[in-house]
């Protein structure tokens, strides 16, 4: 993806801003901004003029147009017939010049890159951590905006001759996700850097890495020390739900662990609301799913808690990988027929009860939602919320999966079982 250096320095240029972004933005009859639209493998990617579009003669006033700047010979032009030699100069010329672009169409308010939006020179890699879905991980440090202070941070790297359009939108579409999250117990979404290659995605620096890797190394640890990220866990996963948002991949690998502190992260799978009808040909968690995800393809606030319950099975065995000795298939199968992993007997039998008879129940509408989870396990450990209120409950019930997620459950419930099409470990 190349990039004109002059234009990049803009603030009111965006990098690789998604469509999906632009409503939050542009809000005004004459807002604009200059993007860049995602370049197929190969091929040099084109800046888009996107401009907000009022017009009094509409029964539904307020459409953003785009309207794709397109390079001559050594000149930038929008209409075909007013030219300038940067692009810089051409809206400037459009701006002056009213209707010059289209009648009725003119840009007025130049809108400015976010506080997530960060620069590429504000962040430095330092080392490799690892390999994610896009491309590598890396530690490093980013210099943040307002105080200048340089803090330690995780960084996601998405090369764009190595990634689709559609993993541009998927690596998009997390941080647009991770952004609206603040929580103890979620990891901290610093901004994401699209302005030119490599995509960046900045998260808070875990200082002990990955928790299933942390769990193996660390096999000794204390029950207590276990209870605790349990209890963690439950708060992140009990405030995700509030969003309302389902994460859909709850597991040991995709939490972080650093200072006495679980934070659940990685955000791929994870989509707004309640409810969730995923497409059959996909590659799926099998390990973690819940039976009406095998049978039906479904996710709703109760999948995440039988993937919780996983979760805390892995906690509590030292990161062992979930029903040992089963192939995928064998884990289907029994998972169906009703069978449910023992808890080890350092485990007290309330926190397993809790587990097998309330987090891996068949029935997901008998499932304790997270709410209940994190009632529980307060009193039990007799552990207090570290400061952060509790998350209110949604009135579609997301997290009593009760109200509006338990009428969509059981709508689907009662469709004909199906079966899982295309299955994987992850």
Same mark, same amino acid.
């Given at each position: 993806?190349?990039?004109?250096?002059?234009?990049?320095?803009?603030?009111?240029?965006?990098?690789?801003?998604?469509?999906?972004?632009?409503?939050?933005?542009?809000?005004?009859?004459?807002?604009?901004?200059?993007?860049?639209?995602?370049?197929?493998?190969?091929?040099?990617?084109?800046?888009?003029?996107?401009?907000?579009?009022?017009?009094?003669?509409?029964?539904?006033?307020?459409?953003?147009?785009?309207?794709?700047?397109?390079?001559?010979?050594?000149?930038?032009?929008?209409?075909?017939?007013?030219?300038? !030699?940067?692009?810089?100069?051409?809206?400037?010329?459009?701006?002056?010049?009213?209707?010059?672009?289209?009648?009725?169409?003119?840009?007025?308010?130049?809108?400015? +890159?976010?506080?997530?939006?960060?620069?590429?020179?504000?962040?430095?890699?330092?080392?490799?951590?690892?390999?994610?879905?896009?491309?590598?991980?890396?530690?490093?440090?980013?210099?943040?905006?307002?105080?200048?202070?340089?803090?330690?941070?995780?960084?996601?790297?998405?090369?764009?001759?190595?990634?689709?359009?559609?993993?541009?939108?998927?690596?998009? +579409?997390?941080?647009?996700?991770?952004?609206?999250?603040?929580?103890?117990?979620?990891?901290?979404?610093?901004?994401?850097?699209?302005?030119?290659?490599?995509?960046?995605?900045?998260?808070?620096?875990?200082?002990?890495? !990955?928790?299933?890797?942390?769990?193996?190394?660390?096999?000794?640890?204390?029950?207590?020390?276990?209870?605790?990220?349990?209890?963690?866990?439950?708060?992140?996963?009990?405030?995700?739900?509030?969003?309302?948002?389902?994460? +859909?991949?709850?597991?040991?690998?995709?939490?972080?662990?650093?200072?006495?502190?679980?934070?659940?992260?990685?955000?791929?799978?994870?989509?707004p609301g309640i409810i969730y009808q995923m497409e059959r040909k996909q590659?799926?968690?099998?390990?973690?799913?819940?039976?009406?995800?095998?049978?039906?393809?479904?996710?709703?606030?109760?999948?995440?808690?039988?993937?919780?319950?996983?979760?805390?099975?892995?906690?509590?065995?030292?990161?062992?990988?979930?029903?040992?000795?089963?192939?995928?298939?064998?884990?289907?199968?029994?998972?169906?027929?009703?069978?449910?992993?023992?808890?080890?007997?350092?485990?007290?039998?309330?926190?397993?009860?809790?587990?097998?008879?309330?987090?891996?129940?068949?029935?997901?509408?008998?499932?304790?939602?997270?709410?209940?989870?994190?009632?529980?396990?307060?009193?039990?450990?007799?552990?207090?919320?570290?400061?952060?209120?509790?998350?209110?409950?949604?009135?579609?019930?997301?997290?009593?999966?009760?109200?509006?997620?338990?009428?969509?459950?059981?709508?689907?419930?009662?469709?004909?079982?199906?079966?899982?099409?295309?299955?994987?470990?992850?």
């Amino acid at each position: 993806m190349t990039i004109n250096k002059s234009i990049e320095k803009e603030q009111y240029y965006h990098g690789l801003l998604q469509r999906e972004d632009l409503q939050n933005l542009l809000t005004h009859n004459g807002d604009y901004l200059i993007r860049m639209a995602e370049p197929k493998p190969g091929e040099k990617g084109a800046f888009v003029l996107s401009v907000m579009y009022n017009n009094a003669f509409l029964e539904h006033s307020g459409s953003i147009k785009h309207f794709v700047i397109k390079e001559v010979g050594n000149k930038f032009t929008i209409n075909d017939r007013d030219k300038s !030699s940067t692009i810089q100069h051409l809206i400037d010329f459009h701006r002056k010049d009213k209707g010059s672009i289209q009648p009725d169409v003119n840009i007025i308010r130049p809108i400015m +890159r976010q506080m997530w939006e960060l620069d590429h020179d504000s962040v430095t890699i330092q080392r490799k951590l690892g390999e994610g879905a896009f491309g590598e991980v890396s530690m490093g440090t980013l210099k943040l905006k307002k105080s200048g202070k340089t803090v330690k941070v995780a960084i996601k790297q998405a090369k764009m001759e190595k990634v689709s359009q559609s993993q541009i939108k998927e690596f998009m +579409r997390e941080a647009r996700v991770m952004r609206s999250l603040s929580h103890p117990n979620v990891v901290k979404f610093y901004g994401v850097a699209a302005g030119q290659e490599p995509l960046y995605m900045v998260m808070e620096l875990a200082t002990n890495g !990955s928790l299933d890797s942390y769990l193996r190394k660390n096999t000794e640890l204390g029950v207590e020390t276990q209870n605790e990220m349990v209890m963690q866990a439950a708060w992140g996963l009990e405030y995700l739900h509030s969003k309302p948002l389902l994460h +859909r991949d709850v597991a040991a690998r995709n939490c972080l662990y650093g200072d006495g502190q679980i934070k659940i992260s990685d955000f791929g799978l994870s989509r707004p609301g309640i409810i969730y009808q995923m497409e059959r040909k996909q590659f799926v968690p099998v390990r973690w799913l819940a039976v009406e995800t095998l049978n039906l393809f479904v996710y709703t606030p109760k999948t995440d808690v039988w993937s919780y319950g996983i979760l805390c099975w892995e906690i509590y065995n030292a990161g062992a990988t979930p029903y040992p000795n089963m192939t995928l298939n064998e884990v289907s199968s029994q998972v169906r027929g009703g069978y449910r992993m023992e808890l080890p007997p350092t485990v007290s039998p309330d926190i397993a009860g809790l587990i097998i008879g309330r987090c891996w129940v068949e029935n997901p509408i008998e499932r304790f939602s997270m709410s209940e989870i994190t009632d529980f396990l307060q009193r039990r450990f007799g552990m207090r919320r570290p400061n952060f209120e509790r998350p209110e409950v949604s009135r579609e019930g997301a997290n009593s999966g009760g109200g509006g997620a338990a009428k969509a459950l059981r709508t689907v419930i009662g469709k004909k079982k199906k079966h899982v099409g295309r299955i994987t470990s992850k």
